[in-house]
T-cell receptor, first 114, second 117 residues
Framework: GQQVMQIPQYQHVQEGEDFTTYCNSSTTLSNIQWYKQRPGGHPVFLIQLVKSGEVKKQKRLTFQFGEAKKNSSLHITATQTTDVGTYFCAGWQAGGTSYGKLTFGQGTILTVHP | DARVTQTPRHKVTEMGQEVTMRCQPILGHNTVFWYRQTMMQGLELLAYFRNRAPLDDSGMPKDRFSAEMPDATLATLKIQPSEPRDSAVYFC???????????????FGSGTQLSVL
């Protein structure tokens, strides 16, 4: 079945440093989504990427979708303590969301030291 | 703001007891997912429904778990009998999917923290 792998599992940074998490799918994806889960909270949707090679930005966050639609990355510039949490990627398998299911990566736990 | 409502928030029970978790999806959403979160397994898909029909429950131990959606406003996840290894946070999420061209994102409930002693 479809697998979505995410690395690294943990990342500890000093406030102000950059952070990147990577996501790879075993199958081509129709789209990919990113979620953030604060400690003790529930996952909250951040963004969806649909097109091959797509790049989207949200303030200090940059999201990329690979050309082959099998990988994605999230980059945070100059991390802040408010960025702490677990970042998940989640992909719908190709064929659209009428088929298949949304599979989540394992998540990257980000810790930011002030 | 519309939100997914899950009950109970916390449940402590003894091994062998039945546990029922409930979820009220956002009105108008056609898809409901049940996920289980543990430190070891991350977010693990247990089952999901579209237009109340079960589409995939391959992630669920069928001998003890069951998921149903008796109507559009209620989804349930039942464990009988419960075991200590079922201790986890169970999330319900809903979304509007399969319609194309929209942000087909999921909205998660606050989860049920289950502890089986």
């Amino acid at each position: 079945g479809q697998q979505v792998m995410q690395i690294p599992q943990y990342q500890h940074v000093q406030e102000g440093e950059d952070f990147t998490t990577y996501c790879n799918s075993s199958t081509t994806l129709s789209n990919i989504q990113w979620y953030k889960q604060r400690p003790g909270g529930h996952p909250v949707f951040l963004i969806q990427l649909v097109k091959s090679g797509e790049v989207k930005k949200q303030k200090r966050l940059t999201f990329q979708f690979g050309e082959a639609k099998k990988n994605s990355s999230l980059h945070i510039t100059a991390t802040q303590t408010t960025d702490v949490g677990t970042y998940f990627c989640a992909g719908w398998q190709a064929g659209g969301t009428s088929y298949g299911k949304l599979t989540f990566g394992q998540g990257t736990i980000l810790t930011v030291h002030p | 703001d519309a939100r997914v409502t899950q009950t109970p928030r916390h449940k402590v029970t003894e091994m062998g007891q039945e546990v029922t978790m409930r979820c009220q999806p956002i009105l108008g959403h056609n898809t409901v997912f049940w996920y289980r979160q543990t430190m070891m397994q991350g977010l693990e898909l247990l089952a999901y429904f579209r237009n109340r029909a079960p589409l995939d429950d391959s992630g669920m131990p069928k001998d003890r778990f069951s998921a149903e959606m008796p109507d559009a406003t209620l989804a349930t996840l039942k464990i009988q009998p419960s075991e200590p290894r079922d201790s986890a946070v169970y999330f319900c999420a809903s979304g509007l999917t399969g319609v194309g061209g929209l942000d087909e994102k999921l909205f998660f409930g606050s989860g049920t923290q289950l502890s089986v002693l």
